[in-house]
């Protein structure tokens, strides 16, 4: 069985970097087909797809959040991670991590964290 667990600040304040890691178990971040994504949640709003982060190294990101978004991993740890410059208040939302191993597309996850609040607030 799969488990996610994101941690990171809960508070960040504006024009800084948001960074946040997810730690896995019960998957391999190195696996063939194992992709890692992070998907965030505004109050009030739906759910917004931000990157994608594959076995291999390859990333997707949502053109929208591109030049502000990076999506990296550590394989020792067994852990990807999040960075998101010069956030706003606008970046305020619940963050969660997904994922899925073997094949198919990408952008399909079966396997979710809890789920982290971050507040972006002096």
């Known amino acids: 069985q799969v488990q996610l667990q994101e941690s990171g600040p809960g508070l960040v304040k504006p024009s800084q970097t948001l960074s946040l890691t997810c730690t896995v178990s019960g998957a391999s971040v190195t696996s063939g087909g194992y992709r890692g994504a992070w998907i965030r949640q505004p109050p009030g709003k739906g759910l917004e797809w931000m990157g994608v982060i594959r076995w291999d190294g390859t990333t997707y990101y949502n053109p929208s959040l591109k030049s502000r978004t990076s999506i990296s991993k550590d394989a020792p740890k067994n852990q990807f991670t999040l960075q998101l410059t010069s956030v706003t208040p606008a970046d305020t939302a619940v963050y969660y991590c997904?994922?899925?191993?073997?094949?198919?597309?990408?952008?399909?996850?079966?396997?979710w964290g809890r789920g982290i609040q971050v507040t972006v607030s002096l």
């Open positions: 997904a994922s899925r191993e073997g094949g198919g597309s990408s952008f399909d996850y079966d396997s």
